[in-house]
């Protein structure tokens, strides 16, 4: 059986929803989606890739210590 995404957004995204969702528990890949659009596109990358970018996008200043 495959398993589902666990979607998750930022603890920042109580600006009235203008956020993106990702799902961390499916390894080798994470899907990214709008969070106003749970039935919409989702773009997936690596977990390789998604982790650069954490690290590029805000882990220099302590961000995103959970993904």
């Not at 109580?14 to 994470?30: D, H, I, K, R, Y």
């Not at 773009?43 to 650069?52: K, L, M, R, W, Y």
Request: glycine letters at 14%.
């Amino acid at each position: 059986m495959t398993e589902s995404p666990r979607w998750r957004k930022s603890s920042y995204s109580s600006n009235g929803g203008a956020c993106v969702e990702v799902a961390t528990n499916l390894g080798g890949t994470v899907p990214v989606r709008d969070s106003k659009l749970d039935g919409g596109p989702v773009v997936s990358v690596s977990a390789d890739t998604f982790a650069s970018f954490v690290r590029w996008a805000g882990g220099r200043a302590g961000e995103f210590r959970d993904v």
